[in-house]
């Protein structure tokens, strides 16, 4: 996992984030077609088409592929040129400039720094006191205003192993302050593998989940308690009926705190003896999560009435709710 040091406004530090890299065919289904070309294959909107031109209130122009903030609108002038413009970044970590020699014409690019969206160039002809324009496409990012920003909070991620990926997302799936769920694989060696790759125990994945949750609402100690008590965390490769390496039991920490809070967690379990054997729980630093097939994605609510749903899941999920009930989503 590869992380970058942001400059986050809502909470006035800079912290470490996860760098996101995605293909452009991941990008063009997450975006609009302008942004996408704007912002994946480096177009430029045409002048005047900005659609924050009437923007003047306080708050913070962000990426819009990955919500980092980038420009204050205090930092905002006209320029005259058709384009949203800036006289300095809201921090120097949060951008990064190549040079761009394309079209006959030397440039400064600007890209963001977590993401690496496209966003427009500077030049040296802006206003004191740093004489740059940040000429951006306004396409290329979203405004927040102060009010909005003053509520958010910041959403984590937890990646976790358990058994079967469909147990594991029923069950966070209905837990208040979790906000998605993927099935997916990690902790292997193989590149984009199928489900099928994975099953025969040699790409060394295991089926996981990644968490993404209001930290506001529920920490991340609470996210592994809930994962502690639907699965069992004392068995090497094995829930239930489903044997193998992909089943075994791991947490995939995203940082140092992350791996802390797990270690101690796990600590506290094994001497408060609630199993009869000790935790063989994997802790180990995320390297790369792939999403599995569409079809493995919210299996359990699309399929109530399967046979696997009705041995293995529905049990977890029962269990969750009888002993979580100030978790449920209402």
């Known amino acids: 996992m590869t992380t970058v040091p942001i400059y986050d406004a809502g909470q006035n530090r800079v912290v470490n984030v996860e760098k996101i890299e995605k293909s452009d065919a991941e990008w063009k289904k997450l975006l609009t077609k302008k942004q996408y070309e704007i912002t994946t294959r480096k177009g430029t909107e045409a002048p005047g088409t900005c659609p924050f031109s009437e923007v003047h209130e306080p708050g913070i122009f962000q990426c819009v592929r990955c919500q980092t903030d980038l420009f204050r609108s205090s930092s905002k002038f006209e320029s005259g040129t058709g384009w949203p413009s800036y006289y300095e970044p809201i921090s120097p970590l949060n951008i990064v400039e190549h040079p761009d020699r394309s079209f006959g014409m030397v440039r400064t690019e600007v890209l963001c720094a977590r993401c ?154 094994d001497k408060a003896h609630l199993w009869q054997k000790p935790i063989v729980t994997q802790i180990a630093p995320l390297d790369k999560f792939y999403p599995a097939e569409e079809y493995h994605q919210e299996y359990f609510s699309r399929n109530l009435e399967q046979g696997y749903c009705q041995v293995v899941i529905s049990p977890k999920v029962n269990k969750f709710r009888a002993h979580w009930a100030k978790r449920l989503k209402k």
């Open 116 to 269: 690496g969206s496209h966003l427009g160039h500077v030049f040296d002809d802006g206003p004191p006191t740093t004489g740059k324009r940040y000429c951006m496409n306004g396409f290329a990012l979203k405004f927040v205003s102060e009010g909005e920003l003053n509520q958010s909070t910041p959403l984590e991620v937890a990646t976790l192993a358990g058994g079967c990926f469909w147990c594991v997302e029923a069950v966070f799936r209905e837990v208040n302050g979790i906000e998605k769920v993927i099935s997916g694989y990690t902790g292997g060696t193989t590149v984009n593998p199928t489900y099928q790759q994975v099953c025969t125990c040699e790409t060394g994945h295991a089926e996981a989940v990644q968490v993404t949750f209001d930290a506001a609402r529920i920490s991340y100690r609470e996210i592994l308690e809930i994962f502690f008590s639907v699965h069992d965390p004392t068995t090497p490769n094995r829930q239930g009926p489903d044997t193998g390496t992909q089943y075994r039991s791991a947490i995939f920490y995203h940082n140092k705190q992350q791996k802390a809070i797990a270690e101690k967690l796990i600590g506290e379990l």
